[in-house]
């Protein structure tokens, strides 16, 4: 007798701890905020740049891409297509650092609402992407152009 006593003492104690856990509520905006470490653009795209994992985490999804098709009759047009995160060409920018090596610049500028373009080109040629981002609360690449023909 003082054996099931003892199993049903246990069964008590252990049955608790496998009641399904109770959902986690969404994250608050200043939780994101934290979660993203918010910093100054400059920081933050001198790391975009260079670091392909962190380009997946702070690219939307689907990304927005504007290019032109040349094959377009009577002339080429520009054409836009939300492209999954999934289908994305890693990395999506190249590294600013590299950039003279291959004859290329790069500015950047503020945008309307508060979005940042970087700009990256071939002097005297029509090689010119630009990358747009928006912090959201986050910085978040959302749309790059791309202005080559």
């Given at each position: 007798m003082h054996v099931h006593y003892l199993i049903i003492a246990s069964l008590a104690l252990a049955?608790?701890?496998?009641?399904?856990a109770t959902p986690s509520a969404p994250l608050d905006t200043a939780t994101e905020v934290a979660i993203c470490t918010v910093e100054p653009f400059d920081r933050f795209i001198e790391r975009f740049s260079r670091d392909?994992?962190?380009q997946r985490r702070t690219t939307s999804d689907p990304l927005i891409v504007e290019r032109y098709?040349?094959?377009a009759e009577p002339e080429p047009r520009r054409v836009e297509s939300n492209v999954a995160l999934a289908d994305v060409a890693w990395p999506v920018m190249p590294s600013l650092e590299r950039l003279a090596d291959s004859g290329r610049t790069h500015t950047v500028a503020s945008g309307a609402d508060g979005r940042m373009d970087v700009v990256i080109r071939t002097p005297d040629t029509s090689d010119q992407q630009?990358?747009?981002?928006?912090?959201t609360p986050c910085w978040q690449?959302?749309?790059v152009i791309d202005e080559s023909i």
């Open positions: 049955l608790p701890a496998c009641a399904p392909t994992a962190f098709d040349t094959a630009i990358y747009v981002f928006r912090q690449l959302q749309r």
